[in-house]
């Protein structure tokens, strides 16, 4: 492989490679542009180490990505932009806070099948592909789960996950609501 020219590698090596370059002489700041982007699940946790690792050694860590639910997992602060606009920053956790009280149901529906009707308990909903997201009051944990278990037991859905409201949630929140608007309008 040493020999093969830098353009005939796959994107995931390329990444790995310009990785390893920022991470070898470690600097006081590291930029970090979509670093786990095209990279296995096995070889992104060990970015992610050498990402944290870079940083308890005292390397500034900025990073750029769309992956709000990796970001949740790695990142002290942040902030999200909207057209090259800040429009929130601080901990994930503080940014999770706007959604305090609400929770996520993901159900995942059986191919070709219909998107069920929004039950009455639910704040938002989307699909995208066979999952069907709803958001939920933490009090109607008991009736979302009797809803979905109906469809379950009908046929209509394979499986759930009713957990916490994620940055993802925030993030959509705070920017996405014309654009989600606008991909359901526009379709897959």
Not at 33 to 51: A, F, G, K, S, Y
Not at 79 to 105: H, N, T, Y
Not at 145 to 152: K, M, Q
Request: proline letters at 4%; zero cysteines; hydrophobic letters at 40%.
């Amino acid at each position: 492989m040493e020999e093969t020219y830098g353009s005939k590698l796959s994107g995931g090596v390329k990444r790995l490679i310009g990785f390893a370059m920022v991470t070898v002489q470690p600097g006081r700041l590291a930029i970090l542009d979509e670093p786990t982007n095209d990279v296995d699940p096995l070889r992104r946790r060990l970015l992610w180490e050498q990402i944290r690792r870079s940083a308890a050694e005292g390397s500034a860590v900025l990073l750029v990505t769309h992956n709000v639910l990796e970001a949740e997992r790695v990142v002290d602060r942040l902030a999200l932009i909207d057209q090259g606009r800040v429009v929130a920053e601080g901990s994930p956790a503080s940014m999770k806070a706007l959604e305090r009280g609400r929770l996520r149901m993901q159900v995942v529906l059986e191919p070709g099948g219909e998107t069920p009707a929004r039950p009455a308990f639910a704040h938002s909903e989307v699909r995208v592909g066979r999952r069907y997201l709803l958001t939920i009051d933490e009090g109607d944990a008991m009736r979302a789960i009797d809803w979905v278990r109906e469809l379950v037991d009908a046929g209509s859905a394979e499986e759930y996950e009713l957990g916490a409201a994620t940055l993802e949630d925030a993030y959509v929140r705070l920017i996405g609501r014309d654009d989600m608007a606008e991909l359901q309008e526009a379709g897959p």
